[in-house]
């Protein structure tokens, strides 16, 4: 097993160096990482351990959600140890494996170092770290609580990649489904059929009027599947560009919200999405017309969107956050009532939180019964081609 030299520092700082067996350098970071060490320096025992630079490979360019997790929560953790900030920073980006990252932070120190606040050196690299970061590192800057902030900011990502998880597993089995479904239809349709046809021509007898329907989609197919899967593509292209305008988006999040098959869950997603930001931002100490402005960018849907412009706007004129969400159906009672709880009893964060959670039990339920139904169906299928 090959001996690897490290160089690493423990939460309180200290700079540790040393040599231990491993079957490889990741394998030897996951080992030092579970003692709670923080690896800046690698090398196979006998060569030389450099002084500068990252030890550990950068495996990806693009900035994940795994990659921001990394970041945020790590920072906490070092600044809660005492570590100093720039100190931290730099081991933290010694760690992450997205180059851009990488650079992003390397360029956020720059900056710190030479004056500029946390919140402003991170609202620069919007691509990398979203704007809601900065706006709420802010918040922490003016509270003397950087940490505990980044650490919120860390639960909420968790939260949100959870709930995408949830609901991207759920749908994956539908979508092979489809797919598969597809792709044996036009199977049947260019190949199987066609064969059929020319057995049913040569014995010249009168074909029940469904069979000679198929017959003829078939051969229509056939003609013509290259024109159909050019039209097809090109509708879908029309309807992306059309989606990317405010107009075109707005009209599908509409349809999306009302539609009866899949509007439920949509607006259970969007009031999930919605209380787990809103919750970490009133946690972090932002005022409610700051904190509403912040959500209502990052509802993801767009009536949605102007509702909470409009909630923003009368709690400005001296409204209640639940009378205000109370004048539009479109927030569920629910919600509301939670509101109504957190105001009264002075913990409003910690009741959205718990709208938060409720919504997100519901997305699960609701993504899993589709599943279900999903394979019910396909069961149900194959039985009636059985009987």
């Known amino acids: 097993m090959p001996r690897y030299r490290y160089i690493a520092h423990t939460l309180a700082g200290q700079r540790i160096m040393g040599e231990e067996n491993a079957p490889d350098e990741p394998a030897l970071i996951r080992i030092l990482q579970s003692r709670e060490l923080f690896v800046t320096r690698v090398a ?54 997205s180059t851009i990252l990488a650079k ?7 900056d710190v170092n030479a004056g ?33 902030v980044l650490q919120r900011i860390a639960g909420q990502l968790e939260q949100t990649m959870a709930l995408r998880k949830k609901i991207v597993s759920a749908m994956i089995y539908p979508a092979v489904l489809i797919g ?14 066609p064969a059929f046809s020319k057995v049913f021509k040569s014995m010249n007898a009168k074909l029940p009027a469904i069979t000679s329907m198929i017959l003829g989609a078939s051969g229509q197919a056939k003609i013509y599947f290259v024109p159909i899967v050019l039209f097809v593509v090109l509708c879908v292209y029309i309807f992306r560009k059309y989606v990317e305008t405010p107009v075109g988006r707005r009209a599908l999040d509409l349809w999306l919200v009302r539609t009866p098959l899949v509007g439920p869950l949509v607006r259970d997603i969007v009031l999930a999405r919605m209380a787990i930001t809103l919750a970490a931002v009133l946690a972090s100490g932002v005022g409610m017309i700051y904190a509403l402005d912040i959500v209502s960018r990052s509802a993801g849907n767009k009536i949605y969107e102007e509702a909470l412009a409009n909630v923003m ?52 339920t609701l993504v899993t019964r589709i599943g279900v139904q999903v394979k019910a169906g396909l069961i149900f299928h194959n039985l009636q081609r059985v009987l």
């Open 44 to 97: 196979m025992a006998g060569n030389e351990l450099g002084q500068t630079g990252p030890s550990i490979k950068k495996s990806h360019e693009k900035v994940l959600d795994e990659d921001r997790l990394y970041f945020v929560r790590e920072m906490g953790t070092l600044l809660l140890s005492g570590i100093p900030f720039d100190h931290a920073l730099d081991l933290v980006n010694e760690q992450v494996r």
């Open 104 to 110: 992003a932070l390397t360029q956020v120190r720059e």
């Open 116 to 148: 500029l606040p946390f919140h402003q050196a991170l609202a620069r690299h919007p691509k990398s770290i979203p704007p809601l970061w900065s706006n709420l590192v802010e918040a922490g800057e003016t509270g003397g609580d950087i940490a505990g």
């Open 180 to 193: 598969m479904t597809v792709v044996a239809i036009s199977i049947f349709l260019l190949f199987v059929i």
């Open 313 to 364: 706007e009368d709690v400005r004129d001296g409204s209640s956050l639940s009378k205000a969400l109370g004048k539009r159906a479109i927030f569920s009672p629910l919600m509301i009532q939670m509101v109504i709880v957190g105001e009264e009893s002075g913990k409003l964060p910690e009741m959205i939180q718990k709208v938060a959670t409720y919504y997100e039990g519901r997305v699960e």
